[in-house]
């Protein structure tokens, strides 16, 4: 397994599968195992996919400093990986909570992406309300799971605002799992209890801790982002709804927001073909890479 040391020396994991150009990529959870995301639907068929395991998770050394943890000091961990694989720009792929990061990257290193595509996205970094909530979770309410969802969705809620345990909110969030697939089916069962072996709890209660982005001068940074910018959103996501990809993709100057419909939180998952299609498509696209070209001349 390739390893290479971040900044502050700490040893970081990635995982190399696929073929074809690289694409680096950041897994949500937050802090769970790279592993989760698998080949993204196939994706690797046609793209090199560079997961990294964040500090503490996965098959990455924990830090000395476990401040570090914190999602904004991620970044130097992204620049240091960029750095180690030797690549002048990149494309970049963030899922979830991975998004808040990617967003802050794409702040404060611009010149170093060629394209960012976020993956049913965080929108803590950029100070986006998760409008359309509500409405998503009702919407589900003919499933047969949803009474049992539900009601752990909403001690879920009531358990992160005041503070809980990483172990009680991740317990809670584990029974409110259907609402995040298009499927409650074996194979989404069967992703869903993977996690209690990929996440970290460390990490995890580390990823927010303190957090407190300079949300305006974030906003400023990316509204000058010259790489195009792909939202995949599914429809039946509570968090984000594609009402909130929206407004986050009014944030950038070259966005585009695909919504997934009988998709949810992975998106990947729940129509894999479909996912990579739309993936592809946005990073093959040559009008995108001429316009960039334009714009530095």
Not at 107 to 115: G, Q, V
Not at 188 to 211: C, D, I, K, N, T
Request: with cysteine; net charge negative.
């Amino acid at each position: 397994m390739p390893r290479f040391r971040s900044y502050d020396t700490t040893e970081l994991a990635y995982h190399v599968l696929g073929s074809g150009p690289p694409l680096v990529c950041l897994p949500g959870g937050p802090a769970r195992a790279s592993s989760y995301l698998g080949d993204l639907g196939g994706l690797g068929r046609d793209r090199t996919l560079l997961r990294l395991d964040l500090r503490g998770s996965g098959e990455s050394a924990v830090p000395e400093d476990s401040a570090s943890y914190r999602c904004d000091r991620l970044v130097d961990d992204v620049e240091a990986f960029r750095l180690h694989l030797g690549l002048d720009r990149m494309d970049l792929l963030a899922h979830s909570a991975g998004g808040n990061l990617a967003e802050l990257y794409a702040a404060r290193f611009p010149d170093r992406l060629t394209r960012l595509v976020l993956v049913t996205p965080g929108l803590r970094s950029v100070g986006v309300e998760t409008v359309g909530f509500d409405e998503a979770i009702v919407a589900r309410s003919t499933e047969w799971w949803y009474p049992e969802a539900k009601a752990a969705m909403e001690a879920w809620q009531e358990a992160a605002a005041r503070g809980a345990a990483p172990d009680e909110v991740a317990v809670l969030r584990t029974r409110a799992a259907p609402f995040a697939y298009g499927r409650w089916d074996e194979r989404a069962r069967a992703h869903v209890e993977a996690e209690q072996w990929e996440w970290s709890g460390p990490a995890a209660a580390g990823y927010y801790a303190g957090f407190a982005p300079d949300v305006p001068a974030v906003r400023a940074a990316l509204a000058e982002l010259d790489a195009p910018v792909l939202i995949v959103a599914g429809a039946l996501d509570p968090a984000p709804t594609p009402e909130a990809a929206e407004a986050l993709a009014a944030l950038f100057p070259r966005t585009e927001v695909a919504v997934q419909e009988a998709a949810s939180h992975f998106p990947w998952m729940d129509d894999r073909s479909r996912f990579v299609k739309t993936v592809l498509t946005f990073l093959t696209d040559e009008r995108l890479t001429n316009e960039r070209l334009t714009n530095e001349r």
